[in-house]
Nanobody, 125 residues
Framework: QVQLVESGGGLVQAGGSATLSCVAS????????MAWFRQVPGKEREFVAV????????YYGDSVKGRFSISRDNADNSMYLRMNVLKSEDTAVYYC??????????????????WGQGTQVTVSS
């Protein structure tokens, strides 16, 4: 069982930046993909970004490509999402997720086994 705890977020002005953090209880994440998803009321959870822990390879959703950056820190089992040039449409609850590594990186929320509690990001225009 992997426990995930997010932090960061809050209220940010449009055009600004914010960083989300996620700490995993699992000490050895090399067999996992770690991802960020986001969700607004009434909509399905949307893929934001994923990082393959073993290689550091990353992949982004189209709506955040070029603005968001996902990274990891092996030393403390932490993952980060740096969000730049924030827009009002980025307003959502952001979730950290972990999936046991498959051949392909997963971008569907149903493929992820472990989830954090979520952290709200509100972008004011």
């Amino acid at each position: 069982q992997v426990q995930l705890v997010e932090s960061g977020g809050g209220l940010v002005q449009a055009g600004g930046s914010a960083t989300l953090s996620c700490v995993a209880s699992e000490q050895n994440l090399r067999n996992y993909d770690m991802a960020w998803f986001r969700q607004v009321p009434g909509k399905e959870r949307e893929f934001v970004a994923v990082i393959r822990w073993s290689t550091g390879s990353t992949y982004y959703g189209d709506s955040v490509k070029g603005r968001f950056s996902i990274s990891r820190d092996n030393a403390d089992n932490s993952m980060y999402l740096r969000m730049n040039v924030l827009k009002s449409e980025d307003t959502a609850v952001y979730y950290c997720a972990a999936s046991r590594q498959n051949f392909y990186v997963e971008t569907t929320h149903r493929e992820y086994q472990y989830w954090g509690q979520g952290t709200q990001v509100t972008v004011s225009s």
